[in-house]
Protein backbone atom coordinates (compact mmCIF):
# COMPACT_ATOMS: atom_id res chain seq x y z
CA UNK A 1 0.00 0.00 0.00
CA UNK A 2 1.16 3.53 -0.68
CA UNK A 3 1.48 6.32 1.82
CA UNK A 4 0.51 9.32 0.43
CA UNK A 5 2.50 12.58 2.08
CA UNK A 6 0.40 15.50 3.78
CA UNK A 7 1.21 18.68 5.38
CA UNK A 8 -1.47 19.90 7.52
CA UNK A 9 -2.56 23.95 6.34
CA UNK A 10 -3.98 25.68 9.87
CA UNK A 11 -5.43 29.18 9.24
CA UNK A 12 -6.37 31.07 12.13
CA UNK A 13 -8.66 33.57 11.96
CA UNK A 14 -9.96 35.75 14.63
CA UNK A 15 -13.09 33.67 14.83
CA UNK A 16 -12.78 29.97 13.59
CA UNK A 17 -9.48 28.50 13.40
CA UNK A 18 -10.03 26.07 10.05
CA UNK A 19 -7.37 23.51 8.84
CA UNK A 20 -6.73 20.39 6.99
CA UNK A 21 -4.51 17.35 5.44
CA UNK A 22 -3.23 18.66 1.90
CA UNK A 23 -1.57 16.48 -0.32
CA UNK A 24 1.32 17.94 -2.67
CA UNK A 25 -0.93 18.51 -5.52
CA UNK A 26 -3.28 20.01 -3.04
CA UNK A 27 -5.83 17.76 -2.37
CA UNK A 28 -7.61 18.58 0.61
CA UNK A 29 -7.87 15.03 2.60
CA UNK A 30 -9.86 16.16 5.73
CA UNK A 31 -10.86 19.45 6.75
CA UNK A 32 -11.81 20.85 10.24
CA UNK A 33 -12.85 23.85 11.70
CA UNK A 34 -12.44 24.78 15.63
CA UNK A 35 -13.39 27.78 17.48
CA UNK A 36 -10.63 30.40 17.97
CA UNK A 37 -11.57 31.60 21.15
CA UNK A 38 -9.79 34.46 20.73
CA UNK A 39 -9.68 35.95 24.54
CA UNK A 40 -7.69 32.29 25.08
CA UNK A 41 -3.97 31.92 25.18
CA UNK A 42 -2.34 30.83 22.25
CA UNK A 43 -1.00 27.65 24.27
CA UNK A 44 -5.12 26.52 24.72
CA UNK A 45 -5.69 27.06 20.91
CA UNK A 46 -2.72 25.07 19.87
CA UNK A 47 -3.86 22.30 22.95
CA UNK A 48 -7.28 22.01 21.19
CA UNK A 49 -5.93 21.97 17.51
CA UNK A 50 -3.63 19.39 18.44
CA UNK A 51 -6.38 17.02 19.87
CA UNK A 52 -8.51 17.47 17.02
CA UNK A 53 -5.68 16.83 14.71
CA UNK A 54 -5.07 13.58 16.11
CA UNK A 55 -8.79 12.49 15.45
CA UNK A 56 -9.01 13.67 12.10
CA UNK A 57 -5.80 11.78 11.39
CA UNK A 58 -6.63 8.26 13.27
CA UNK A 59 -8.91 7.13 10.29
CA UNK A 60 -6.33 7.81 8.03
CA UNK A 61 -3.26 6.40 9.89
CA UNK A 62 -1.52 4.42 7.89
CA UNK A 63 -2.56 5.45 4.57
CA UNK A 64 -1.22 9.53 5.01
CA UNK A 65 2.27 10.08 6.48
CA UNK A 66 2.11 13.94 8.11
CA UNK A 67 5.34 15.81 6.98
CA UNK A 68 5.21 19.15 8.36
CA UNK A 69 2.74 22.27 9.33
CA UNK A 70 1.98 25.88 7.97
CA UNK A 71 0.17 28.42 9.74
CA UNK A 72 -1.45 31.19 8.28
CA UNK A 73 -2.35 34.26 10.46
CA UNK A 74 -2.41 37.59 10.57
CA UNK A 75 0.79 39.36 11.90
CA UNK A 76 2.89 36.59 11.71
CA UNK A 77 6.57 36.61 11.29
CA UNK A 78 8.18 34.00 8.59
CA UNK A 79 11.42 34.73 9.87
CA UNK A 80 11.09 34.14 13.43
CA UNK A 81 7.57 31.47 13.64
CA UNK A 82 6.10 34.22 15.50
CA UNK A 83 2.22 36.01 15.77
CA UNK A 84 3.16 39.65 16.80
CA UNK A 85 0.27 41.40 18.48
CA UNK A 86 -2.33 39.76 16.02
CA UNK A 87 -5.17 42.65 15.94
CA UNK A 88 -8.34 39.90 16.20
CA UNK A 89 -6.70 38.55 19.03
CA UNK A 90 -5.99 39.28 22.35
CA UNK A 91 -2.82 37.45 22.59
CA UNK A 92 -0.21 40.09 23.95
CA UNK A 93 3.07 40.63 22.49
CA UNK A 94 4.71 38.05 20.81
CA UNK A 95 3.55 34.80 20.35
CA UNK A 96 6.19 32.03 19.84
CA UNK A 97 3.64 29.79 17.73
CA UNK A 98 6.19 27.72 15.80
CA UNK A 99 7.36 26.55 19.35
CA UNK A 100 4.14 25.76 20.40
CA UNK A 101 3.41 23.43 17.73
CA UNK A 102 6.37 21.92 17.87
CA UNK A 103 5.36 20.70 21.33
CA UNK A 104 3.06 18.14 19.36
CA UNK A 105 5.16 17.69 16.02
CA UNK A 106 8.15 17.13 15.72
CA UNK A 107 7.91 18.21 11.80
CA UNK A 108 8.99 21.23 9.86
CA UNK A 109 6.78 24.03 10.97
CA UNK A 110 6.51 27.68 8.96
CA UNK A 111 4.22 30.29 9.81
CA UNK A 112 3.25 33.32 7.10
CA UNK A 113 0.24 36.03 7.26
CA UNK A 114 -2.83 35.10 5.25
CA UNK A 115 -2.06 36.65 2.18
CA UNK A 116 1.58 35.29 1.90
CA UNK A 117 0.36 31.97 2.28
CA UNK A 118 -2.71 32.55 -0.41
CA UNK A 119 -0.07 33.87 -3.05
CA UNK A 120 1.83 30.05 -2.45
CA UNK A 121 -1.15 28.51 -2.74
CA UNK A 122 -1.84 30.11 -5.62
CA UNK A 123 1.49 28.94 -6.96
CA UNK A 124 1.61 25.47 -5.77
CA UNK A 125 -2.16 24.61 -6.94
CA UNK A 126 -3.93 27.90 -8.00
CA UNK A 127 -4.29 30.61 -11.24
CA UNK A 128 -0.14 30.51 -10.35
CA UNK A 129 1.01 27.49 -11.20
CA UNK A 130 4.13 27.73 -13.27
CA UNK A 131 4.75 31.57 -12.69
CA UNK A 132 7.92 33.19 -11.14
CA UNK A 133 6.34 36.54 -10.56
CA UNK A 134 3.29 37.91 -9.89
CA UNK A 135 0.97 39.65 -6.87
CA UNK A 136 -2.14 38.15 -5.17
CA UNK A 137 -4.48 40.48 -3.45
CA UNK A 138 -7.03 40.04 -1.21
CA UNK A 139 -10.37 41.94 -1.11
CA UNK A 140 -11.52 41.18 2.19
CA UNK A 141 -12.43 43.57 5.32
CA UNK A 142 -9.15 44.90 4.33
CA UNK A 143 -6.81 44.50 1.40
CA UNK A 144 -3.89 41.92 1.97
CA UNK A 145 -1.03 40.98 -0.49
CA UNK A 146 1.67 38.71 -1.53
CA UNK A 147 4.41 39.45 -3.73
CA UNK A 148 6.29 36.34 -5.12
CA UNK A 149 9.49 37.85 -7.44
CA UNK A 150 11.75 35.19 -9.28
CA UNK A 151 9.63 32.15 -7.67
CA UNK A 152 10.00 33.15 -4.01
CA UNK A 153 7.68 34.60 -1.73
CA UNK A 154 8.93 38.84 -0.87
CA UNK A 155 9.41 38.90 2.96
CA UNK A 156 11.93 41.44 3.12
CA UNK A 157 14.59 42.42 5.70
CA UNK A 158 11.70 41.83 8.49
CA UNK A 159 9.24 39.57 7.15
CA UNK A 160 6.80 41.87 7.23
CA UNK A 161 7.05 42.98 3.06
CA UNK A 162 3.56 42.82 1.22
CA UNK A 163 1.41 45.59 2.68
CA UNK A 164 0.27 47.28 -0.55
CA UNK A 165 -2.88 47.87 1.76
CA UNK A 166 -1.74 50.29 2.98
CA UNK A 167 0.27 52.23 0.14
CA UNK A 168 -0.88 55.88 -0.13
CA UNK A 169 -3.63 56.83 -2.32
CA UNK A 170 -4.45 60.66 -0.76
CA UNK A 171 -2.38 61.27 1.87
CA UNK A 172 -5.43 63.81 3.16
CA UNK A 173 -7.64 60.94 2.89
CA UNK A 174 -9.63 58.31 4.33
CA UNK A 175 -8.62 57.19 8.64
CA UNK A 176 -7.17 53.59 8.29
CA UNK A 177 -7.44 50.74 10.72
CA UNK A 178 -3.01 51.13 11.12
CA UNK A 179 -3.20 55.07 12.07
CA UNK A 180 -2.45 56.55 8.28
CA UNK A 181 -5.06 58.51 6.42
CA UNK A 182 -6.07 57.35 2.44
CA UNK A 183 -4.14 53.89 2.11
CA UNK A 184 -5.19 51.75 -0.72
CA UNK A 185 -7.35 49.06 1.52
CA UNK A 186 -9.64 52.31 2.58
CA UNK A 187 -10.97 52.14 -0.77
CA UNK A 188 -10.32 48.91 -2.39
CA UNK A 189 -11.60 46.26 -0.04
CA UNK A 190 -15.16 45.42 1.06
CA UNK A 191 -15.27 47.71 4.33
CA UNK A 192 -13.82 50.32 1.74
CA UNK A 193 -16.15 50.00 -1.19
CA UNK A 194 -19.21 50.92 1.63
CA UNK A 195 -17.38 54.09 2.15
CA UNK A 196 -17.37 54.84 -1.11
CA UNK A 197 -21.36 53.95 -1.26
CA UNK A 198 -21.82 56.63 2.06
CA UNK A 199 -19.09 59.48 0.06
CA UNK A 200 -21.49 58.55 -2.88
CA UNK A 201 -24.87 59.13 -1.04
CA UNK A 202 -23.65 62.27 0.72
CA UNK A 203 -22.43 63.55 -3.07
CA UNK A 204 -24.89 61.94 -5.56
CA UNK A 205 -28.58 63.29 -5.64
CA UNK A 206 -29.97 60.02 -7.54
CA UNK A 207 -32.22 57.35 -5.25
CA UNK A 208 -30.73 54.58 -4.57
CA UNK A 209 -32.01 51.50 -2.65
CA UNK A 210 -28.47 51.50 -0.90
CA UNK A 211 -30.57 54.41 0.69
CA UNK A 212 -32.65 52.32 2.83
CA UNK A 213 -29.11 50.16 4.93
CA UNK A 214 -27.76 51.16 7.65
CA UNK A 215 -24.33 52.11 7.02
CA UNK A 216 -23.45 49.70 9.52
CA UNK A 217 -25.58 47.26 8.07
CA UNK A 218 -24.55 47.33 4.58
CA UNK A 219 -21.61 44.65 2.77
CA UNK A 220 -20.16 44.52 -0.53
CA UNK A 221 -22.42 41.86 -1.06
CA UNK A 222 -25.52 43.82 -1.18
CA UNK A 223 -23.59 46.52 -3.34
CA UNK A 224 -23.17 44.05 -5.96
CA UNK A 225 -26.76 42.58 -5.94
CA UNK A 226 -27.51 46.54 -6.01
CA UNK A 227 -25.47 47.18 -9.16
CA UNK A 228 -26.55 44.14 -10.69
CA UNK A 229 -30.42 45.60 -10.36
CA UNK A 230 -28.83 48.75 -11.79
CA UNK A 231 -28.43 50.84 -9.07
CA UNK A 232 -26.57 53.75 -10.13
CA UNK A 233 -24.58 54.79 -6.99
CA UNK A 234 -23.65 50.82 -6.59
CA UNK A 235 -22.62 50.47 -10.28
CA UNK A 236 -20.12 53.84 -9.66
CA UNK A 237 -19.00 52.55 -6.47
CA UNK A 238 -17.86 49.79 -8.33
CA UNK A 239 -16.05 51.82 -10.54
CA UNK A 240 -14.63 54.08 -8.22
CA UNK A 241 -13.27 51.17 -6.36
CA UNK A 242 -11.75 49.61 -9.87
CA UNK A 243 -10.06 52.92 -10.88
CA UNK A 244 -8.14 53.68 -7.84
CA UNK A 245 -7.64 50.15 -7.09
CA UNK A 246 -6.01 49.80 -11.03
CA UNK A 247 -4.23 52.45 -10.52
CA UNK A 248 -2.44 51.63 -7.49
CA UNK A 249 -1.38 48.44 -9.20
CA UNK A 250 0.49 50.08 -11.75
CA UNK A 251 2.79 51.06 -9.02
CA UNK A 252 2.97 47.61 -7.65
CA UNK A 253 3.60 47.05 -11.53
CA UNK A 254 6.41 49.56 -11.67
CA UNK A 255 8.03 47.73 -8.76
CA UNK A 256 8.03 43.91 -9.12
CA UNK A 257 6.68 43.73 -13.32
CA UNK A 258 4.14 41.00 -12.56
CA UNK A 259 2.70 37.96 -15.12
CA UNK A 260 -0.12 38.09 -13.13
CA UNK A 261 -2.42 40.00 -10.47
CA UNK A 262 -4.78 37.29 -9.04
CA UNK A 263 -7.57 39.54 -6.86
CA UNK A 264 -9.57 37.23 -4.40
CA UNK A 265 -11.28 37.57 -1.55
CA UNK A 266 -15.34 39.15 -0.97
CA UNK A 267 -14.93 41.77 -3.06
CA UNK A 268 -13.20 40.03 -5.91
CA UNK A 269 -16.40 37.60 -5.72
CA UNK A 270 -18.38 40.85 -7.37
CA UNK A 271 -16.64 39.57 -10.42
CA UNK A 272 -16.60 41.57 -13.72
CA UNK A 273 -18.22 44.15 -11.77
CA UNK A 274 -14.84 44.86 -10.16
CA UNK A 275 -12.68 43.15 -12.36
CA UNK A 276 -13.60 45.31 -15.48
CA UNK A 277 -12.73 48.93 -13.78
CA UNK A 278 -10.21 47.84 -11.83
CA UNK A 279 -8.25 46.32 -15.56
CA UNK A 280 -8.86 49.50 -17.69
CA UNK A 281 -7.75 51.77 -14.74
CA UNK A 282 -4.73 49.19 -14.56
CA UNK A 283 -4.05 49.41 -18.47
CA UNK A 284 -4.38 53.44 -18.39
CA UNK A 285 -1.80 53.74 -15.56
CA UNK A 286 0.59 50.92 -16.73
CA UNK A 287 4.12 52.51 -17.80
CA UNK A 288 3.77 51.62 -21.75
CA UNK A 289 6.51 48.64 -21.56
CA UNK A 290 3.91 47.08 -19.61
CA UNK A 291 0.70 47.57 -21.21
CA UNK A 292 -1.09 44.71 -22.33
CA UNK A 293 1.65 42.16 -20.18
CA UNK A 294 0.01 41.65 -16.93
CA UNK A 295 -3.29 39.23 -16.01
CA UNK A 296 -5.68 40.09 -14.02
CA UNK A 297 -6.66 36.83 -12.52
CA UNK A 298 -9.46 35.30 -10.18
CA UNK A 299 -8.32 32.62 -7.60
CA UNK A 300 -7.44 29.17 -8.64
CA UNK A 301 -8.90 27.68 -5.77
CA UNK A 302 -12.21 27.53 -3.97
CA UNK A 303 -12.42 30.71 -1.40
CA UNK A 304 -13.40 28.82 1.13
CA UNK A 305 -10.21 26.33 0.75
CA UNK A 306 -7.50 29.06 0.05
CA UNK A 307 -6.77 29.78 3.44
CA UNK A 308 -6.25 26.24 4.38
CA UNK A 309 -3.94 25.46 1.06
CA UNK A 310 -2.19 28.12 1.59
CA UNK A 311 -0.73 27.47 4.76
CA UNK A 312 -0.16 23.84 3.43
CA UNK A 313 1.60 25.22 0.42
CA UNK A 314 3.64 27.45 3.07
CA UNK A 315 5.06 24.17 4.07
CA UNK A 316 5.27 22.10 1.21
CA UNK A 317 7.40 25.05 -0.18
CA UNK A 318 9.86 24.70 2.97
CA UNK A 319 9.87 20.81 1.94
CA UNK A 320 10.32 21.26 -1.84
CA UNK A 321 13.48 23.55 -1.74
CA UNK A 322 15.25 21.11 1.24
CA UNK A 323 14.43 18.31 -0.82
CA UNK A 324 16.29 20.13 -4.35
CA UNK B 1 52.89 35.72 -10.07
CA UNK B 2 49.29 35.25 -9.38
CA UNK B 3 46.55 36.28 -11.58
CA UNK B 4 43.75 38.15 -10.69
CA UNK B 5 40.98 38.17 -12.67
CA UNK B 6 38.52 40.75 -12.95
CA UNK B 7 35.40 41.71 -15.46
CA UNK B 8 34.86 44.65 -17.57
CA UNK B 9 32.25 47.05 -16.47
CA UNK B 10 30.15 48.96 -19.55
CA UNK B 11 27.92 52.05 -19.00
CA UNK B 12 26.76 52.82 -22.45
CA UNK B 13 25.48 56.48 -21.76
CA UNK B 14 23.63 58.45 -24.78
CA UNK B 15 27.21 60.98 -24.88
CA UNK B 16 29.98 58.82 -23.34
CA UNK B 17 30.46 55.22 -23.26
CA UNK B 18 32.92 54.71 -20.24
CA UNK B 19 34.53 51.45 -19.30
CA UNK B 20 36.84 49.56 -16.57
CA UNK B 21 38.70 46.39 -15.51
CA UNK B 22 37.54 45.76 -11.84
CA UNK B 23 38.69 43.08 -9.29
CA UNK B 24 35.82 40.84 -6.92
CA UNK B 25 36.36 43.59 -4.27
CA UNK B 26 35.95 46.34 -5.98
CA UNK B 27 38.84 47.95 -7.14
CA UNK B 28 39.29 49.90 -10.53
CA UNK B 29 42.49 48.45 -12.39
CA UNK B 30 42.12 50.89 -14.91
CA UNK B 31 39.36 53.07 -16.94
CA UNK B 32 38.78 54.56 -20.03
CA UNK B 33 35.94 56.66 -21.50
CA UNK B 34 34.89 56.77 -25.37
CA UNK B 35 32.29 58.87 -27.43
CA UNK B 36 29.32 56.54 -27.50
CA UNK B 37 28.66 58.72 -31.22
CA UNK B 38 25.12 57.86 -31.00
CA UNK B 39 23.91 58.62 -34.26
CA UNK B 40 25.72 55.45 -35.34
CA UNK B 41 24.84 51.51 -35.48
CA UNK B 42 25.44 50.15 -32.26
CA UNK B 43 28.37 47.65 -33.88
CA UNK B 44 30.52 50.22 -34.52
CA UNK B 45 30.20 50.97 -30.84
CA UNK B 46 31.72 47.81 -29.75
CA UNK B 47 34.08 47.31 -32.14
CA UNK B 48 35.64 50.73 -30.85
CA UNK B 49 34.66 49.37 -27.61
CA UNK B 50 36.40 46.50 -28.02
CA UNK B 51 40.03 47.71 -29.65
CA UNK B 52 40.02 50.58 -26.50
CA UNK B 53 39.26 47.53 -23.76
CA UNK B 54 42.50 45.62 -25.98
CA UNK B 55 44.46 48.73 -25.53
CA UNK B 56 43.74 48.93 -21.97
CA UNK B 57 44.33 45.36 -21.37
CA UNK B 58 47.90 45.16 -23.06
CA UNK B 59 50.20 46.68 -20.59
CA UNK B 60 48.05 44.42 -17.90
CA UNK B 61 48.41 41.30 -19.74
CA UNK B 62 50.04 38.64 -17.82
CA UNK B 63 48.58 40.17 -14.16
CA UNK B 64 44.76 40.23 -14.92
CA UNK B 65 42.56 37.41 -16.46
CA UNK B 66 39.22 38.48 -17.84
CA UNK B 67 36.36 36.41 -16.39
CA UNK B 68 33.03 38.28 -17.89
CA UNK B 69 31.24 41.53 -19.48
CA UNK B 70 28.58 43.48 -17.63
CA UNK B 71 26.84 46.28 -19.47
CA UNK B 72 24.59 49.13 -18.07
CA UNK B 73 22.57 50.59 -20.58
CA UNK B 74 19.37 52.48 -20.61
CA UNK B 75 16.12 50.29 -21.38
CA UNK B 76 18.42 47.48 -20.97
CA UNK B 77 16.80 43.49 -20.69
CA UNK B 78 18.71 41.41 -18.46
CA UNK B 79 16.28 38.00 -19.53
CA UNK B 80 17.48 38.71 -22.90
CA UNK B 81 20.86 40.42 -22.81
CA UNK B 82 19.22 43.15 -25.38
CA UNK B 83 19.05 47.04 -25.74
CA UNK B 84 15.54 47.84 -26.26
CA UNK B 85 14.70 51.63 -28.50
CA UNK B 86 17.25 53.25 -25.69
CA UNK B 87 15.41 56.82 -25.40
CA UNK B 88 19.22 58.59 -26.26
CA UNK B 89 20.35 56.40 -28.61
CA UNK B 90 19.68 56.38 -32.13
CA UNK B 91 19.77 52.28 -32.42
CA UNK B 92 16.08 51.28 -33.60
CA UNK B 93 14.58 48.50 -32.07
CA UNK B 94 16.21 45.70 -30.29
CA UNK B 95 20.06 45.55 -30.27
CA UNK B 96 21.65 42.16 -29.48
CA UNK B 97 24.09 43.53 -27.41
CA UNK B 98 25.02 40.41 -25.77
CA UNK B 99 25.89 39.32 -28.96
CA UNK B 100 27.89 41.89 -30.00
CA UNK B 101 29.60 41.31 -27.53
CA UNK B 102 30.28 37.83 -27.74
CA UNK B 103 31.99 38.36 -31.30
CA UNK B 104 34.87 39.61 -29.45
CA UNK B 105 35.43 37.77 -26.26
CA UNK B 106 34.10 34.49 -25.92
CA UNK B 107 33.36 35.04 -21.99
CA UNK B 108 30.32 35.45 -19.64
CA UNK B 109 28.14 38.44 -20.70
CA UNK B 110 25.29 40.22 -18.81
CA UNK B 111 23.13 43.77 -19.45
CA UNK B 112 20.39 45.38 -17.36
CA UNK B 113 20.06 49.22 -17.55
CA UNK B 114 21.92 51.96 -15.12
CA UNK B 115 20.36 51.66 -11.71
CA UNK B 116 20.09 47.96 -11.33
CA UNK B 117 23.80 47.63 -12.48
CA UNK B 118 24.18 50.28 -9.75
CA UNK B 119 22.70 48.11 -7.19
CA UNK B 120 24.35 45.35 -7.62
CA UNK B 121 27.60 47.64 -7.28
CA UNK B 122 26.19 48.85 -3.63
CA UNK B 123 25.82 45.27 -2.68
CA UNK B 124 29.14 44.56 -4.05
CA UNK B 125 31.34 46.67 -2.99
CA UNK B 126 28.95 49.76 -1.47
CA UNK B 127 26.68 50.86 1.19
CA UNK B 128 24.65 47.36 0.72
CA UNK B 129 27.55 45.34 1.34
CA UNK B 130 25.85 42.00 3.46
CA UNK B 131 22.41 43.18 2.46
CA UNK B 132 19.96 41.27 1.16
CA UNK B 133 17.05 43.74 1.27
CA UNK B 134 17.01 47.19 -0.07
CA UNK B 135 16.30 49.70 -2.90
CA UNK B 136 18.84 51.97 -4.57
CA UNK B 137 17.57 54.90 -5.67
CA UNK B 138 19.20 57.27 -8.28
CA UNK B 139 18.19 60.67 -8.78
CA UNK B 140 19.97 62.09 -12.18
CA UNK B 141 17.70 63.75 -15.03
CA UNK B 142 14.82 61.50 -13.83
CA UNK B 143 14.51 58.42 -11.07
CA UNK B 144 15.67 55.18 -11.96
CA UNK B 145 15.88 52.46 -9.23
CA UNK B 146 17.29 49.36 -8.44
CA UNK B 147 15.28 46.45 -6.43
CA UNK B 148 17.11 43.98 -4.33
CA UNK B 149 14.66 41.18 -2.76
CA UNK B 150 16.09 38.07 -0.75
CA UNK B 151 19.39 38.51 -1.94
CA UNK B 152 18.25 38.40 -5.72
CA UNK B 153 17.70 41.62 -7.88
CA UNK B 154 13.91 41.91 -8.72
CA UNK B 155 13.74 41.58 -12.78
CA UNK B 156 10.36 40.75 -12.96
CA UNK B 157 8.35 38.39 -15.50
CA UNK B 158 10.13 40.52 -18.39
CA UNK B 159 13.19 42.10 -17.19
CA UNK B 160 12.05 45.53 -16.94
CA UNK B 161 11.01 45.76 -12.67
CA UNK B 162 12.18 48.82 -10.62
CA UNK B 163 10.64 51.95 -12.59
CA UNK B 164 9.59 53.21 -8.97
CA UNK B 165 10.14 56.46 -10.96
CA UNK B 166 6.54 56.18 -12.58
CA UNK B 167 5.06 55.14 -10.09
CA UNK B 168 2.42 58.12 -9.65
CA UNK B 169 2.02 60.84 -7.05
CA UNK B 170 -0.99 62.68 -8.91
CA UNK B 171 -2.48 61.48 -11.59
CA UNK B 172 -3.86 65.18 -12.69
CA UNK B 173 -0.10 66.10 -11.98
CA UNK B 174 2.62 67.11 -14.34
CA UNK B 175 3.54 65.57 -17.82
CA UNK B 176 6.13 62.52 -17.85
CA UNK B 177 8.08 62.06 -20.74
CA UNK B 178 7.04 58.59 -21.12
CA UNK B 179 3.62 60.06 -21.95
CA UNK B 180 1.88 59.22 -18.38
CA UNK B 181 1.27 62.17 -15.69
CA UNK B 182 2.29 63.34 -12.66
CA UNK B 183 5.25 60.31 -12.01
CA UNK B 184 7.38 60.46 -9.00
CA UNK B 185 10.34 61.22 -11.55
CA UNK B 186 9.02 64.31 -12.48
CA UNK B 187 8.94 65.89 -9.05
CA UNK B 188 11.54 63.71 -7.47
CA UNK B 189 14.79 63.89 -9.79
CA UNK B 190 17.55 66.85 -10.88
CA UNK B 191 14.72 67.46 -13.58
CA UNK B 192 11.71 67.62 -10.93
CA UNK B 193 13.43 69.72 -8.48
CA UNK B 194 13.78 72.23 -11.00
CA UNK B 195 9.92 72.22 -12.50
CA UNK B 196 9.10 72.68 -8.60
CA UNK B 197 10.95 75.54 -8.48
CA UNK B 198 9.20 76.97 -11.44
CA UNK B 199 6.07 75.73 -10.03
CA UNK B 200 7.37 77.87 -6.55
CA UNK B 201 8.13 80.97 -8.37
CA UNK B 202 4.84 81.24 -9.95
CA UNK B 203 2.84 80.67 -6.87
CA UNK B 204 4.70 82.53 -4.05
CA UNK B 205 5.48 86.26 -4.09
CA UNK B 206 8.99 86.31 -2.30
CA UNK B 207 12.48 87.22 -3.79
CA UNK B 208 14.58 84.44 -4.92
CA UNK B 209 18.45 84.83 -6.07
CA UNK B 210 16.83 82.03 -8.84
CA UNK B 211 14.09 84.09 -10.88
CA UNK B 212 17.34 85.57 -12.61
CA UNK B 213 18.35 82.48 -14.10
CA UNK B 214 16.38 81.02 -17.30
CA UNK B 215 14.24 77.46 -16.61
CA UNK B 216 15.90 76.21 -19.48
CA UNK B 217 19.63 77.05 -17.55
CA UNK B 218 18.64 75.94 -14.01
CA UNK B 219 20.29 73.31 -12.69
CA UNK B 220 19.67 71.51 -9.17
CA UNK B 221 23.00 72.32 -8.20
CA UNK B 222 22.07 76.07 -8.56
CA UNK B 223 19.10 75.28 -6.72
CA UNK B 224 21.91 73.78 -3.79
CA UNK B 225 23.71 76.68 -4.01
CA UNK B 226 20.98 79.08 -3.76
CA UNK B 227 19.35 76.81 -0.69
CA UNK B 228 22.77 76.32 1.02
CA UNK B 229 22.99 80.70 0.83
CA UNK B 230 19.50 80.86 2.77
CA UNK B 231 16.92 81.39 -0.06
CA UNK B 232 13.67 80.37 0.43
CA UNK B 233 12.30 79.09 -2.70
CA UNK B 234 15.11 76.78 -3.60
CA UNK B 235 15.02 75.43 0.51
CA UNK B 236 10.91 74.97 0.01
CA UNK B 237 11.60 73.04 -3.44
CA UNK B 238 14.02 70.66 -1.13
CA UNK B 239 11.35 70.31 1.34
CA UNK B 240 8.52 69.49 -0.75
CA UNK B 241 10.76 67.54 -3.21
CA UNK B 242 11.69 65.42 0.02
CA UNK B 243 7.78 64.87 0.49
CA UNK B 244 6.85 63.70 -2.03
CA UNK B 245 9.98 61.35 -2.29
CA UNK B 246 9.76 60.19 1.24
CA UNK B 247 5.75 59.56 0.53
CA UNK B 248 6.69 56.88 -2.67
CA UNK B 249 8.71 55.17 -0.87
CA UNK B 250 6.94 54.17 2.15
CA UNK B 251 4.90 52.61 -0.80
CA UNK B 252 7.62 50.93 -1.95
CA UNK B 253 8.84 50.02 1.74
CA UNK B 254 5.29 48.42 2.03
CA UNK B 255 6.19 46.35 -1.29
CA UNK B 256 9.48 44.94 -0.26
CA UNK B 257 10.31 45.94 3.20
CA UNK B 258 14.60 46.63 2.45
CA UNK B 259 16.54 46.90 5.01
CA UNK B 260 17.93 50.38 3.25
CA UNK B 261 16.93 52.73 0.49
CA UNK B 262 20.37 54.31 -0.78
CA UNK B 263 20.03 57.41 -2.76
CA UNK B 264 22.57 58.52 -5.54
CA UNK B 265 22.70 60.70 -8.53
CA UNK B 266 23.17 64.52 -8.66
CA UNK B 267 20.49 65.73 -6.82
CA UNK B 268 21.34 63.67 -4.01
CA UNK B 269 24.68 65.23 -3.68
CA UNK B 270 22.87 67.96 -2.26
CA UNK B 271 23.02 65.55 1.17
CA UNK B 272 21.58 66.91 3.97
CA UNK B 273 19.31 69.37 2.04
CA UNK B 274 17.47 66.17 0.05
CA UNK B 275 18.01 63.36 3.09
CA UNK B 276 16.35 65.08 5.99
CA UNK B 277 13.00 66.34 4.68
CA UNK B 278 12.79 62.56 2.78
CA UNK B 279 13.38 60.77 5.64
CA UNK B 280 10.82 63.06 7.65
CA UNK B 281 8.43 62.08 5.07
CA UNK B 282 9.50 58.45 4.52
CA UNK B 283 9.03 57.62 8.37
CA UNK B 284 5.70 59.80 8.71
CA UNK B 285 4.39 57.96 5.73
CA UNK B 286 5.62 54.45 7.03
CA UNK B 287 2.77 51.75 8.38
CA UNK B 288 3.87 51.84 12.30
CA UNK B 289 5.07 48.28 11.80
CA UNK B 290 8.29 49.67 9.62
CA UNK B 291 8.92 52.64 11.30
CA UNK B 292 12.39 53.38 12.65
CA UNK B 293 13.79 50.02 11.20
CA UNK B 294 14.75 51.69 7.03
CA UNK B 295 18.14 53.68 7.03
CA UNK B 296 18.40 56.26 4.07
CA UNK B 297 21.84 55.76 3.14
CA UNK B 298 24.08 57.70 0.62
CA UNK B 299 25.79 55.79 -2.01
CA UNK B 300 29.34 53.64 -0.47
CA UNK B 301 30.90 54.14 -4.24
CA UNK B 302 32.70 57.05 -5.44
CA UNK B 303 30.02 58.81 -8.07
CA UNK B 304 31.81 58.50 -11.51
CA UNK B 305 32.39 55.33 -10.75
CA UNK B 306 29.15 54.01 -9.78
CA UNK B 307 27.61 52.96 -13.54
CA UNK B 308 31.44 51.38 -13.95
CA UNK B 309 31.71 49.18 -10.84
CA UNK B 310 27.59 48.96 -11.03
CA UNK B 311 28.38 47.11 -14.93
CA UNK B 312 31.23 44.82 -13.84
CA UNK B 313 29.11 44.06 -10.53
CA UNK B 314 26.41 42.44 -12.55
CA UNK B 315 28.79 40.05 -14.14
CA UNK B 316 30.58 39.46 -10.82
CA UNK B 317 27.91 38.15 -9.92
CA UNK B 318 26.62 35.97 -12.23
CA UNK B 319 30.10 34.85 -11.92
CA UNK B 320 30.01 34.00 -8.30
CA UNK B 321 26.52 32.71 -8.51
CA UNK B 322 27.57 29.83 -11.22
CA UNK B 323 30.55 29.26 -8.74
CA UNK B 324 28.07 28.24 -6.23
Not at 194 to 217: F, G, H, K, N, Y
Not at 266 to 273: E, F, I, M, S, V
Request: glycine share 14%; proline share 4%; charged share 20%.
Amino acid sequence: MTVTDVTLGVDIGGTNTKFGLVDRGGKCIAEMSIATNAHEPAENLIARLHEKVEEMRRPLSGKYELRGVGIGAPNANYYRGTIENPPNLSWKGVVDMAALIRKYYDLPVAVTNDANAAALGEMLYGAARGMKNFIVITLGTGLGSGIVAGGELVYGADGFAGEIGHTTVDPEGRECGCGGRGHLETYASAGGICRTVSELLSVRRTESELRAIAPRDLTSMMIAGAAGRGDGIAKEAFEFTGRILGMKLADSVAHVSPEAIILFGGLAAAGALIFDPTKRSLEEYLLPIFRGKVQLLPSGLREGDVAVLGASALIWNEILKERK
